[in-house]
């Protein structure tokens, strides 16, 4: 009884427990409900192998498949004033920031960076929608307003994935105030002549698409990606009639005139070094595998 | 027939009473109710200020909602000569929610812009309770253009509840619209001064208020959401707007406190309505000195100061 105790039993448990797989190795698809190997989804930058449904990416990890070599620098943001207005809801607001920081390991809903893309040098800013809704508070500004004045520096394109509830409502007129804040960022850009190129991710409401979201030279989305100012709900509690197949998803705004272009994720990184080489005036990207980053190359046009 | 509101339950029967009163003795020439009368007369005095004296932010919330409250048309007739209305967007339609021209402001040539609510069912209906499509806004992007051309100050006047949230403002692209209408607000090389005369609802605000100078009545809102839309939000209930308006410190005294708001206009005891000429007065009195401030102005200083004025707002929070 002794060896079946000892030797037997845990051999058994341990193959049915290995059976129990973690649950993060595999991930369900919100579409189609297929299961997908961690691996295989993240190398598909979380997007559906099976349907090509695009599931949330964090920022860090669409930097990691956007700059060449996955290699970024993050850009520094002027901290503001935590909590402006002492906000209360059924949560205080401050618990509910050290929730979301310790839920995503992120310090805010966005994060800004500079890098080469193609070995064309960018800055880059990318909303975090896990992070209370991805919404623009004095933070989302600020990082905007750094992302600007960095790329208006260093004389690069700007490059920004939104995603986004809209406005944080637990900083009150402070983030709506975030609309003509991030207004000014993106005139700087313009000023200097430089690209500002929008890549709208799902979903992108409210406050956030009437302001930076849908100021940009180039509109990109990802396919059927959310984007509207008032979300379909309010509009049929508004209108009481059900809203037309597709309403605002991407396809339905590129449809209106709203953007001009409609790209999968896993093709998005090609696309913009193309368009932000051209709009730089810089020659033509070369295609296939580049050599290290670090590594000398002069890419201006002779 | 005077509108009250909830909080004004007690004042209407003190003043329903008097009017009784008056009413009887108008009937039967021996009474004699003067005194009486003027009592309850004193008495409703003093309960409205009392009322008014500590207003919670949801019943400001009410008064800057009030029907009788004076709405855009009421403070272009009182405060400006030669209003000449200019209409459309040239792209799609004009939007009746948002009026709009040249007008004389003190003798002075202006552009004049604001949110329009209507004073009843008919004219709301066609203003659409002041909640603008993406028309008014491109017809406002069109007005400040002139404005700026022509070197005329643009004064906005801003109650509305927000954008519309129908089918067509959103595939006509309402976002773009709002975005679009805030920029041009920051490239004016004109004074653009604005007065949050009843609500200023989230972007539907932003849109017009993105100027130098921003000043509320007294009991007039600001904020980026109304306290029904957070309440049920955050609370999960929209029966709580009163925390919620409590919570997102949107009357103008904290609005003043933030530096959102430059200036509060007093308003009458009992609220803009109580008194429409006054208010309208403080109002003129209010738009003269901010426009005076900028008068010498040169554009690119004016960009450069509304720019500043906004990157700099909300550095401090309410601590400051």
């Known amino acids: 009884m002794n060896w079946i105790n000892n030797y037997v039993r845990p051999r058994i448990n341990s193959i049915f427990s290995r059976r129990e797989v973690p649950e993060n190795l595999w991930s369900k698809c919100d579409e189609c409900g297929t299961m997908l190997f961690h691996r295989e989804l993240s190398d598909n930058l979380n997007v559906c192998t099976q349907c090509g449904h695009h599931m949330a990416i964090s920022p860090r990890d ?7 070599g996955g290699i970024f620098v993050e850009i520094d943001v002027p901290q503001p004033v935590t909590d402006p207005l002492g906000f209360k809801d059924q949560k205080k607001y401050p618990d509910r920031m050290k929730a979301a920081q310790k839920k995503t390991d992120e310090k805010e809903a966005m994060l800004i960076a500079e890098g080469d893309i193609g070995r064309t040098p960018i800055v880059a800013a990318a909303q975090d929608f896990s992070f209370l809704g991805g919404s623009m508070g004095m933070y989302v500004g600020n990082a905007i307003i750094a992302a600007a004045e960095r790329a208006v520096e260093l004389k690069r394109p700007l490059i920004l994935f939104s995603a986004a509830g809209g406005a944080r409502m637990q900083e009150g007129i402070l983030s709506l105030v975030q609309m003509p804040r991030t207004t000014v960022a993106v005139q700087m850009l313009k000023e200097a002549n430089l690209p500002y190129i929008v890549v709208l991710t799902h979903p992108t409401t409210g406050g956030v698409t009437a302001s930076y979201a849908m100021l940009g030279d180039v509109q990109i989305a990802e396919p059927n990606a959310l984007i509207c100012f008032a979300g379909p709900r309010v509009i049929e509690q508004t209108i009481r009639e059900t809203l037309p197949e597709g309403f605002q998803r991407a396809e339905y705004l590129l449809d209106h005139g709203m953007l001009d272009r ?18 730089m005036k810089k020659s033509p990207a070369i295609k296939g595998d580049l050599p290290a980053p670090g590594a000398q190359f002069d890419d201006t046009p002779a | 027939m005077t509108h009250y509101l909830d909080f004004e339950k007690p004042l209407a029967e003190i003043e ?14 021996d009474m004699d109710i003067e005194d009486e009368a003027k009592a309850l007369d004193r008495k409703a005095e003093q309960l409205l200020k009392e009322l008014y004296q500590t207003l919670t ?11 009788e409250r004076p709405h855009c048309q009421d403070y272009i007739d009182a405060l400006f000569t030669e209003f000449t209305p200019l209409a459309g967007d040239r792209n799609f339609a004009d939007d009746h929610a948002v009026l709009g021209g040249l007008a004389r402001f003190n003798d002075t040539p202006v552009i004049v812009i604001g949110h329009e609510k209507g004073n009843d069912t008919k004219s709301r209906i066609e203003r659409n309770f002041g909640m603008a499509r993406p028309e008014g806004y491109r017809k406002a992007i069109r007005l400040m253009e002139m404005a700026d051309k022509f070197g005329l100050p643009v004064v906005t006047l801003v109650d509305t ?7 067509g403002a959103e595939e006509r692209g309402q976002s773009e619209a709002i975005a679009r209408c805030t920029e041009k607000c920051l490239q004016l090389g004109v004074p653009l001064v604005s007065v949050i005369i009843g609500e200023g609802g989230s972007g539907g605000a932003v849109a017009f208020a993105t ?14 959401i109304s306290p029904e839309g957070c309440a049920s939000i955050l609370w999960k209930d929209a029966e709580k707007m009163r925390e919620a308006a409590e919570a997102l410190r949107l009357t103008a005294q904290d609005l003043n406190k933030l530096g959102v708001c430059d200036h509060v206009i007093a308003e009458p005891v009992g609220g803009a309505h109580r008194d429409r000429a006054a208010t309208i007065e403080a109002v003129k009195n209010a738009i003269s000195g901010m426009l005076a401030d ?18 700099d707002m909300g550095s401090k ?3 400051a």
């Open chain 2, 294 to 311: 900028m008068a010498n102005s040169k554009p690119k200083a004016l960009i450069q100061d509304r720019r500043k004025k906004f990157l």
């Open chain 1, 262 to 279: 409609v790209t999968p994720r896993t093709e998005l990184r090609e696309e913009l070094i193309t368009i932000v080489r051209m709009l």
């Open chain 2, 161 to 167: 509840p927000g954008a519309y949230p129908g089918k």
């Open chain 2, 57 to 67: 932010p949801w019943r400001k919330c009410q008064i800057a909602r009030h029907p």
């Open chain 2, 211 to 224: 100027a130098n100078r921003v000043a509320m009545l007294e009991h007039s809102v600001y904020s980026v």
């Open chain 1, 62 to 68: 669409r930097f990691a498949g956007l700059f060449d």
């Open chain 2, 317 to 319: 929070g309410l601590a």
């Open chain 2, 16 to 29: 329903g009473k008097a009017e009784e009163l008056r009413a009887m003795a108008r009937q039967n020439e």
